[in-house]
Every structure is written in C-alpha cells, then in structure tokens.
C-alpha cells in the first residue's frame, strides 16, 4: 500500500534548510546568549518588514501575544472583549484570565470568519445591557484568510474598541495588497510548530505601528521593566522568545515566501477538483490566504464523521478545527450569556481539514482529491 500522506512535514522542511538551520543554531551555541541575544533583534526586524508593520516585538507564544496586547489597554475585570466563537480556545482564554469577559460573536457562514453585523449588535446589547464595558474586539484570520478587517475597523472607531487582529494562522497573509500587521491597532501571532511560519517550539510576536505601545509590549514581556532590568514599573511576564528559536525562525524565514506560494498553490489545485463536490469557505475578495488549515464542509455531522473514516483508511489524515465552538466549551459557559451563534455550532458538526503543506507533492493532492470525490 501507498504510504500515508502527513498532515505536515516538519522532517522534509527541515531538509530542505539544513545548512541554514545549523549555521543559525551554531552561531547561537557559540555566544551563548540564549535570552535576547542578536538573534531576537535580527528576527524583530526581518518580521517587521515582511509585513510592513513600524514596529515588531517577539514574545514566547501566541497565547502569551494576545496576553500582552490587553495588558497593555489595562483590560481587566468589568471589561467587555468581543471575538468570534468559532476560534482556537487561546483567543477566548486571555481576556477570562486577566478578569475581563469574553463575549462570543457569530461567525459569516460564507466566509467564516467573524461577522461584522452580528458584532454590531452584540456591542449594542453589552452597552444597553449596562454591566460591562465594551473594551476590544479580538479579529481572527481564521485559517489563513483575513478578517473583514475595514468593517472591524469602522465599527471600532464609531464604538471606541481597541482592535486586535489574532493573526495566529495568518502571518504573511494579504488584505487590499497589504500583508496583515497594520490592519489593526496592535496584530498578534504564533509561531507555534504546526503554524505557516512555525518554530520549533513556542514562540510569537507583535506587530504595532505605534512606538509606545511597543514599548509597552517590550517592557510587559519583561516583567514590567523599566529602564533598567531592577526598575519595576507595572505588572508584566516572563514572556520572552528564546534566541534559540529566533534563530530557527530566521532560517525558516528564508524560504517563507515560497513556502507561502507552494500552499496557495495547493488550494489552488484543491479548489479546482473539489470545489464543485463540496461546499469551501467563500474567498475573501482581493486578499491572499496564509492557507494555515485548507477546509471543506459536508452536508452534515454524519457525511464529516464518514469522509473523515474513508479517508483515514486511505492513509489520509485530516483534522477537525474545532469540533466545539468555543461558547459549548465547559470552561466558557459562565462567562457566555446563552446566546445561540447558529453559524458557529452548525460549522463545528460539518468542517474537516485536508493537509496543506509546502512539501505535499502533486500526486499526494491528486490522492486527497480523488478520496474525497470517492467518498462526497
Ligand atoms: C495557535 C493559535 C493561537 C495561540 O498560539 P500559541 O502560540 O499556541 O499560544 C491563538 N489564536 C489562534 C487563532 C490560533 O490558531
């Protein structure tokens, strides 16, 4: 038998770099300064100017990123963060464990991706409800392609909300010809393993246009530094990126590019053979996929359950992001106010996720393909 296609294929990326990737790595072992050493200062500014953003500073996860963003707004207990249900559990967590609340709004059913509308109207509820303040609105790119950034953005202003673009699966991805890293006020991301631009542990970064909320982030990562490492100013975190994956991050960065070309690629193909079988999110017009997550929708729970079993005996892998939106999740469900997010909970049941890869070879996608259509 044909052997398994991988989800990912962190081995056959690592071969392609590995002259890089040891070069990088040496020159860590040799200065020995494995904590903001050059290493993070070089990475800060190569991610900066991928993305066009003023300012970029690296921290030691995505989650950690997050954290940072609302530390630095002062959000805390009797604060209202907005984001969507259908997200990874981090974007919820964070705004929870600083005291403040997350309210969970509906994602579009074309696009999945949180909708504008639908925030409006949570936003008016929270301000007639009376008992929290309307803070933040956390967007999540979710699998790759952008929010809709210039609606977030608009109601922002009109609302007065902090914007923070969860850019944990879509670093490199493209809105209007703009990579995403300005489209809000300050843009988190992960650089977890499985992620596009992924290390080989946790790490992540934030990108701000502004100088002193950069600041802030570098002293919040920092325990509340000042100006000297024994001047405490406020309450911050050990939440560093180590030079050691820094250093893996600048080799990865060297082939990103193509990396991201070879994913979209993929879809592309995806799309073609698979996008009149089964239903796939809608495009976001005039933006480019970071193509984190490829996924399809079935008709229902049952028809994702069976595809899933199919394709697993074929030697194909898929994933389920996320089988629970996030306001069913015991861990939320004293925070949510028991709104039912349709779109959210009807997704969760019938969406499954193909591997995408830069390493997945054409005769690997034709594979996935003709499984699928076999078994749609
Ligand atoms: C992965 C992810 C995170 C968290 O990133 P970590 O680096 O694992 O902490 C946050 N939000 C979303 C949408 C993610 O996919």
């Known amino acids: 038998m044909t052997p398994p296609v991988a989800f990912l294929d962190l081995k056959a990326q690592q071969a ?40 970029c500073v690296t921290v030691s996860s995505g989650t950690d990123a997050l954290q940072i ?18 997200t990874y559990t981090a974007t919820a967590e964070v705004p929870l464990v ?62 007065n909300l902090f914007t923070i673009d ?34 080989y542990g946790d790490g992540g970064a934030l990108f701000t246009e502004n100088a002193d909320r950069a600041a802030l982030f570098r002293s919040l990562r920092t325990h509340g530094e000042g100006t000297t490492r024994y001047e405490v100013l406020r309450t911050g975190m050990n939440g560093r990126m180590d030079t050691l994956q820094a250093a893996i991050l600048l080799a990865k960065l060297t082939v990103f590019a193509e990396e991201m070309a070879a994913r979209a690629r993929i879809a592309a193909m995806y799309d073609r053979r698979l996008g009149n079988a089964v239903a796939i999110p809608a495009r976001v017009p005039d933006s480019q996929s ?60 019938r969406i499954l996720a193909l591997p995408i890869h830069p390493d997945l070879t054409d005769d690997e996608v034709a594979r996935v393909c003709d499984a699928v259509l076999a078994n749609a």
């Open 16 to 55: 392609r770099i590995a002259p890089e990737m040891r070069r990088r790595l040496e020159a860590v072992l040799a200065h020995c300064q494995f904590v903001l050493g050059p290493e993070v200062a070089e990475l800060e500014a190569a991610l900066a100017d991928f993305c066009g953003a003023a300012h």
């Open 290 to 349: 970071a193509w984190a997550i490829y996924a399809i929708l079935l008709p229902d729970e049952a028809a994702r359950d069976r595809m899933q079993s199919a394709l697993r005996a074929s030697g194909i892998p898929t994933a389920i992001y996320y089988p629970r939106p996030l306001h069913h999740q015991p861990a939320y469900r004293d925070a949510h106010d028991g709104r039912s997010l349709p779109v959210s909970e009807d997704l969760a049941k």
């Open 98 to 159: 600083l005291g403040a609340t997350p309210v969970f709004v509906d994602v579009d059913p074309r696009t999945f991706q949180i909708d504008p509308a639908h925030l409006a109207g949570r936003v008016a509820e929270i301000r007639a409800a009376g008992r929290l303040r309307p803070r933040a609105v956390i967007g999540v790119d979710l699998f790759g392609q952008p929010a809709d950034w210039p609606a977030i953005a608009a109601l922002a202003a009109r609302e």
């Open 69 to 86: 963003a609302l530390m630095a707004e002062g959000i805390g207990r009797g604060d209202a963060v907005f984001l969507p249900a259908f």
């Open 166 to 199: 969860d850019c944990a699966q879509s670093f490199g991805a493209a809105l209007h010809g703009n990579r995403l890293g300005t489209a809000a006020d300050a843009t988190a991301t992960s650089f977890f393993p499985s992620k596009p631009l992924g290390a």
